[in-house]
């Protein structure tokens, strides 16, 4: 009896000793299964999807916009009457204090297309009013959106969301940073505009005193 058990199991070692790589042997693709499969979506198309799902979630009603779309060209209208300094485009800019005030009172998230309707405005008032180059007038509006987006998040860092103008610390932060530090952007970029473009003639030095007690 000794001898038979010996045999058989001479005859098959494997079977007996290694019963894990007879496994493997006789089912390859259940072993290969059990691996984890790489992910076939590519992490930056995800990120581009859910931004673009929240720049879409976060549009205003289409009511609002053309209300503003309406509220800044009528802006740069009434700028237009209030050129009163010879020489200079405008004297007076109200489109900025419209601005400005819609980015303060409405959330970060919905800013994208505050800004676009914004420039479609001011493309129109360009168009219309002030007859600048195409270029000239679309750089203008950057620095007037620099200013408005500047203005509403530095007044929101000053006092907190909702804004409020209840006190005299949250009056005298939209005085100082609203009204005198935000306009610096746009009358940096608009006064390098105009006397890069050569409207009318403008110099930089000028322009940009004018340009920032407008704004």
């Known amino acids: 009896m000794e001898s038979a058990s010996k045999a058989i199991g001479d005859r098959h070692p494997q079977t007996v000793s290694h019963p894990e790589q007879a496994l493997e042997r006789t089912s390859p693709g259940h072993a290969r299964s059990a691996l984890p499969r790489p992910s076939t979506t590519a992490p930056s198309a ?3 999807s ?3 799902q929240r720049f879409r979630s976060s549009r205003p009603q289409l009511l609002h916009l053309v209300a503003f779309f309406a509220a800044y060209v009528l802006g740069c209208g009434f700028a237009n009457v209030l050129a009163i300094v010879p020489g200079i485009t405008v004297s007076i800019w109200p489109p900025g204090g419209v601005f400005m005030a819609t980015l303060i009172l409405t959330s970060p998230y919905s800013w994208s297309w505050w800004i676009i309707s914004g420039c479609l ?4 008032a360009q168009l219309v009013w002030f007859h ?3 270029p000239a007038g679309l750089l203008i509006f950057v620095g007037n959106a620099l200013c408005a987006s500047a203005g509403a998040m530095l007044l929101s860092s000053a006092t907190g969301r909702p804004v409020r103008l209840e006190t005299l610390q949250q009056v005298l932060a939209f005085v100082i940073l609203g009204a005198g530090v935000a306009p610096l952007a746009s009358a940096t970029v608009g006064s390098a505009t105009l006397a890069w473009f050569g409207v009318k003639s403008q110099t930089f030095a000028s322009v940009w005193p004018l340009f920032w007690i407008g704004d």
């Open 50 to 52: 859910s931004l673009w």
């Open 132 to 134: 600048s180059p195409l």
């Open 46 to 48: 995800e990120r581009s």
């Open 121 to 124: 405005a001011e493309m129109f």
